[in-house]
Nanobody
Framework: QVQLIESGGGSVQAGGSLRLSCAAS????????VGWFRQAPGKEREFVGS????????YYTDSVKGRFTISRDNAKNTVYLQMSSLKPEDTAVYYC?????????????WGQGTQVTVSS
């Protein structure tokens, strides 16, 4: 069993930055990947990006490339989503999820979500 807890959401003006954290516990994560997803009101949950616990590059959806960065701290079992140059269309509830890669909306383990609101 894996428990994921997100934190770091909030309200920010367009052009601002936020860093989300996803703290994992419950089992070893070797071989897993962690993905970030978001869901805006009235829309389906969408993939934002992902990274493997074991190493390697992160992957991003086109709409956030160059603005968002995913990193991990294996010693803290935490994955981060650094968001910069935020836009109103980034407003959503952000979730982290974990599973064997590739991580998708069908991932087995999910956090509770954290709200990000970007005002113009």
């Amino acid at each position: 069993q894996v428990q994921l807890i997100e934190s770091g959401g909030g309200s920010v003006q367009a052009g601002g930055s936020l860093r989300l954290s996803c703290a994992a516990s419950g089992r070893t994560f070797s071989g897993y990947a962690v993905g970030w997803f978001r869901q805006a009101p009235g829309k389906e949950r969408e993939f934002v990006g992902s990274i493997r616990w074991s190493g390697g590059s992160a992957y991003y959806t086109d709409s956030v490339k160059g603005r968002f960065t995913i990193s991990r701290d294996n010693a803290k079992n935490t994955v981060y989503l650094q968001m910069s140059s935020l836009k109103p269309e980034d407003t959503a509830v952000y979730y982290c999820a974990a599973d064997y890669p590739p991580v998708s909306v069908r991932a087995r383990y999910w956090g509770q979500g954290t709200q990000v609101t970007v005002s113009s």
